[in-house]
């Protein structure tokens, strides 16, 4: 069964960090993009960040440029997300996501999500 697993997610202060993982199943990340999204209360699912497959090029959302690092370790056919001063408005469901193509573009897997709140 091929599966995406996000991990990681809590309840976080203002100012605080969480290391987002998705771990892959039943296929192996070498040669898919991955990207991370979020979506929050009331709001459309947006894109935090993606990297392509060669780990060449990475993408972030201005919201978050300078605060998150995306990153993968395909011997381990994982990807994380370290998330650096966080601020209330990165409240939301975390998704990570892979492309087959490597390019950032259409998404064929999706995790089932992971909980983020910031709050003090």
């Known amino acids: 069964q091929l599966q995406l697993v996000e991990s990681g997610g809590g309840l976080v202060q203002p100012g605080g960090s969480l290391r987002l993982s998705c771990a892959a199943s039943?296929?192996?990340?070498?040669?898919?993009?991955i990207g991370w999204f979020r979506q929050a209360p009331g709001k459309e699912r947006e894109g935090v960040s993606c990297?392509?497959?060669?780990?060449?090029?990475?993408n972030y959302a201005d919201s978050v440029k300078g605060r998150f690092t995306i990153s993968r370790d395909n011997a381990k056919n994982m990807m994380y997300l370290q998330m650096n001063s966080l601020k209330p408005e990165d409240t939301a469901v975390y998704y990570c996501?892979?492309?087959?193509?490597?390019?950032?573009?259409?998404?064929?897997?999706w995790g089932q999500g992971t909980q983020v709140t910031v709050s003090s």
């Open positions: 996501a892979a492309d087959s193509m490597g390019v950032c573009a259409g998404y064929d897997y």
């Open positions: 039943g296929f192996t990340l070498d040669h898919y993009a």
């Open positions: 990297i392509s497959s060669s780990g060449g090029s990475t």
